[in-house]
């Protein structure tokens, strides 16, 4: 394999007791990015160039202004906006007004959806302005390079592989990218041993989590005030996480400088 392995980190997120392994490596990954754009990075000239096309989404955006670093934030918003501006101006040079009357124009048929597509051009532009993002980009790189591993490691390393099966399995996003990548890579044979204990792996930790989350309602109940949270005292976080991903209690990520 060329690409880096990532052994260590995936051993890390194994051993770490959390709900996802992917989702621990997720996050890891998106504050390593931030902390990498916003640190001095911002100051080089080819890392600002990309950040200026690329761009970021409005989560990231978001995360970058709640991170802090008020003037890396303002360098990498001057450089995207110099470029967004001198690509509108070029994109509104061109522009041509759409033919249609008014507000039902865009639910004529498609015999004028070619036409109109013509003449629309900034719209698109704009559009697609929001579908790219640096931080996204970077993540979804060092990801798929993750699962690669990951599926080497359930080839070569047994120490892993018992990590695993006795882990907290993964949400159910990253589930569905994890059978995927054993469905596109993985022999026959591996297959029909792996997604099997894969899929125990769930059901039982499923039933796990349905456990706490039930019990959590039952202490609610008056007659069960004075009786043992068990495991359910995070069960709204933690089946949250199982069901989407991601971290819902999470803190604000700043800077730790």
Known sequence: MKEKLYTIELTDAVKSGDECLFCWLERKLEQEALEFVLGASYMEDDIRGETSKKGFCRHHTKMMFDYGNNLGNAWILKSRLEYLNQELKKQMDHYVPRKGS????????????????????????LRAEEEHCYVCGRMETVYERMLDTFLYMLRNDPDFCRLLTESKGFCL?????VLMICEEKLKPQEKELWIPKLGELMKRNLDRIQEDIDWLIEKYDYRNRDADWRQSQ???????????????????FKCRK
């Open 234 to 252: 995070d069960g709204v976080q933690r089946t949250m996480q199982k069901i989407v991903g991601g971290y819902p209690a999470d803190p604000v």
């Open 102 to 125: 008014g507000l039902f124009g865009k639910f004529r048929k498609a015999e004028r959806a070619g036409a109109e597509s013509a003449a629309s051009g900034t719209e698109t532009w």
């Open 173 to 177: 996003h990253h589930f569905a990218d």
